[in-house]
T-cell receptor
């Protein structure tokens, strides 16, 4: 399984763009990169997923370089409600493997 | 409404008293999974199931059992709970057969074992 490494915490201010980077040096060919958001006492919520290059949805963008050994979740113009823990996962569901959450990054958005 | 439900949401029990936490999903998902979350340790997978009658161990399976007799249900069984199983538990499900990894999580079950 590809292990992921993320910063433990980050601070930002409302209106700023936040970039959270995840390192996954031993990512396998069939692995996808998925990001989840979790608020206290709630289950994680899917944000975005990608395989390579750039993916964008209404919530975030995901940048994946050509070597795929890292990925960056970009949250544009964060608000106080974006304060949460963000998890990066790497895995190939099709292989029947377990999906492992790392420690996550605790993002604090300040007014 | 598409959802994953867990029951009970809160449970206080004593060491050794068998308990079951139920999980049900109405999205016809093949894949279901159980996680526990502890402060400073993030989410750790206990067991997962790729489909009916197919289950596999996750990171921390010791002290837990699961069964998958029906597609929609995936109960977590603690035969003899111990205080170190005090935790917040989440059930999740997702579709299978594609690389798409979006899991849908239940609201969580907070378990305290005295």
């Amino acid at each position: 399984l590809a292990k992921t490494t993320q910063p433990i915490s980050m601070d930002s201010y409302e209106g700023q763009e936040v970039n959270i980077t995840c390192s996954h040096n031993n990512i396998a060919t069939n692995d996808y990169i998925t990001w989840y958001q979790q608020f206290p006492s709630q289950g994680p919520r899917f944000i975005i997923q990608g395989y390579k290059t750039k993916v964008t949805n209404e919530v975030a963008s995901l940048f994946i370089p050509a070597d795929r050994k890292s990925s960056t979740l970009s949250l544009p113009r964060v608000s106080l409600s974006d304060t949460a823990v963000y998890y990066c996962l790497v895995g190939d569901e099709g292989a029947g493997n377990m999906l492992t959450f790392g420690g996550g990054t605790r993002l604090m958005v300040k007014p | 409404e598409a959802q994953v439900t867990q029951n009970p949401r809160y449970l206080i029990t004593v060491t050794g008293k068998k308990l079951t936490v139920t999980c049900s999903q109405n999205m016809n998902h093949e894949y279901m999974s159980w996680y526990r979350q502890d402060p400073g340790l993030g989410l750790r997978q206990i067991y997962y199931s790729m489909n009916v009658e197919v289950t596999d161990k996750g990171d921390v399976p010791e002290g837990y059992k699961v069964s998958r007799k029906e597609k929609r249900n995936f109960p977590l069984i603690l035969e003899s709970p111990s205080p170190n199983q005090t935790s917040l538990y989440f059930c999740a499900s997702k579709t299978s057969g594609t690389p798409y990894n979006e899991q849908f999580f239940g609201p969580g079950t907070r378990l305290t074992v005295l």
